[in-house]
């Protein structure tokens, strides 16, 4: 069983940049698809992006795309979430998750961080 601990959360205005991180123990992290989501205040929690096992495949939302960036370093067990050109809207708790799915995308997903904080300041 993964477990899986996200970091680099915090505030940063509007245009900004930040980048998430996300360690994983307990498995062998190149078997795991990975995924990011995120859920706003009085929301529910919606998919923000994903990567393969191998890193070659991407998936995001479209509110994200060209914005956001996916990376995994599967000798670090990390994954990141590359986020640019931030607005109000992106501000949410962000989850990191993992599935070991034989095909990409699945948005199906077995593990969960606990989250990390982003507010965007407008």
């Known amino acids: 069983q993964v477990q899986l601990e996200e970091s680099g959360g915090g505030l940063v205005q509007a245009g900004g940049s930040l980048r998430l991180s996300c360690a994983a123990s307990g498995g062998t992290f190149r078997n795991y698809n990975m995924g990011w989501f995120r859920q706003a205040p009085g929301k529910e929690r919606e998919f923000v992006g994903a990567?393969?096992?191998?890193?070659?495949?991407?998936d995001y939302v479209d509110s994200v795309k060209g914005r956001f960036t996916i990376s995994r370093v599967n000798g670090k067990n990390t994954v990141y979430l590359e986020m640019n050109s931030l607005k109000a809207e992106d501000t949410a708790v962000y989850y990191c998750?993992?599935?070991?799915?034989?095909?990409?995308?699945?948005?199906?997903?077995?593990?969960w961080g606990q989250g990390t904080q982003v507010t965007v300041s407008s």
């Open positions: 998750a993992a599935n070991s799915a034989s095909w990409f995308p699945s948005r199906r997903y077995d593990y």
């Open positions: 990567i393969s096992k191998s890193g070659v495949s991407t």
